[in-house]
């Protein structure tokens, strides 16, 4: 398992990623079981999943070494229909993303 932090600005309500990787170097293959994306604004804590089950591999299922993967709306933890961004505002608001993959 792989877990990475990021600091950006809200996202809103994330449906969908697309996840990718060069082929570069030899066995530079993986099998992705899916991707769980956490993050919490405020008192409000959201977790969304992303299943993937496949290869992002060129020798192996499709050949495919990019996915776009959906959110899996059973896994919607939270108000799942908030949106972050409100307004005009000129002060983003930052969140932290905790994004692991389960591999």
């Known amino acids: 398992m792989d877990i990475f932090c990021i600091k950006a600005v809200s996202l809103g309500v994330l449906e969908k ?19 769980v994306i956490k993050h919490k604004e405020g008192e409000e804590a959201h977790e969304v999943v992303f299943p993937c089950n496949r290869w992002l591999d060129e020798y192996q299922d499709d050949g495919k070494t990019e996915r776009e993967l959906t ?3 059973k896994y919607f933890h939270g108000s799942s229909k908030k949106t972050f961004l409100k307004g005009k505002s000129c002060f983003p608001t930052i969140v932290f993303y905790t994004i692991v993959f389960a591999v």
Request: charged residues 15%; without cysteine; hydrophobic residues 40%.
């Open 71 to 73: 959110a899996n709306s």
């Open 17 to 35: 990623v697309l996840i990718s990787h060069d082929g570069a170097g030899p066995g530079s293959g993986w099998f992705l079981d899916k991707i």
